[in-house]
T-cell receptor
Framework: NAGVTQTPKFRILKIGQSMTLQCAQD?????MYWYRQDPGMGLKLIYY???????DKGEVPNGYNVSRSTTEDFPLRLELAAPSQTSVYFC????????????FGPGTRLTVT | DAKTTQPTSMDCAEGRAANLPCNHS???????VYWYRQIHSQGPQYIIH???NNETNEMASLIITEDRKSSTLILPHATLRDTAVYYC??????????????FGKGTHLIIQP
């Protein structure tokens, strides 16, 4: 199994541009999550999904959108990128929201200038 | 979720046991204690979790005090590859929906050769 994969690894955006961060998992997990990590800080939850077609906001959803059309994929969309969105973005998945451990991808480092 | 307090950083000699403390004095009865770690520039990695009994797996042991107000993660024979930021997370276990993880700043554990 590849686990959780994320593309791209790095990206530089200009202010106002848009992009989609890709996330895929091959573990047949229903639960998927997007986090962001600012320098020297812990992770903050952006959006999560409990299954295909179902998504909900986390702690810091403003400026982002998500969709979940399949179990495997959970893309994160940035519209009108701002410097405050410069961060490392991690996608994660788990088989259970109750006790299951979350498996994280390698992250996407995004810089908005 | 209850708040956790961890030391900012700790050193440990290679081959010795690393004991990482975590204070969670406001923990409630339905909250589990989780530990994750993050090696530089990688996604977080699950280590162990527990409710009130001590737990052990192939990576570490988790000791939770009887009053559950604090816990200690023990890496029995630390290696250089254990150098990472260790996060103690207290998490409410709910019956439905998805629960993201709330990461603080963690403890930066440095294993010295």
């Amino acid at each position: 199994n590849a686990g959780v994969t994320q593309t791209p690894k790095f990206r530089i955006l200009k202010i106002g541009q848009s992009m989609t961060l890709q996330c895929a998992q091959d573990m047949n997990h229903n639960y998927m999550y997007w986090y962001r990590q600012d320098p020297g800080m812990g992770l903050k939850l952006i959006y999560y999904s409990v299954g295909a077609g179902i998504t909900d906001k986390g702690e810091v959803p403003n400026g982002y959108n998500v969709s979940r059309s399949t179990t495997e994929d959970f893309p994160l969309r940035l519209e009108l990128a701002a410097p405050s969105q410069t961060s490392v973005y991690f996608c994660a998945s788990s088989y259970s929201s109750v006790l299951g451990e979350q498996y994280f991808g390698p992250g996407t480092r995004l810089t908005v200038t | 979720d209850a708040k956790t307090t961890q030391p900012t950083s700790m050193d440990c000699a290679e081959g010795r046991a690393a004991n990482l403390p975590c204070n969670h004095s406001t923990i409630s009865g339905n909250e589990y204690v989780y530990w994750y770690r993050q090696i530089h520039s990688q996604g977080p990695q699950y280590i162990i979790h527990g409710l009130k009994n001590n737990e052990t797996n192939e990576m570490a042991s988790l000791i939770i005090t009887e009053d559950r107000k604090s816990s200690t993660l023990i890496l029995p024979h630390a290696t250089l590859r254990d150098t990472a930021v260790y996060y103690c997370i207290v998490r409410v276990v709910t019956g439905g929906g998805a629960d993201g993880l709330t990461f603080g700043k963690g403890t930066h554990l440095i294993i010295q050769p």
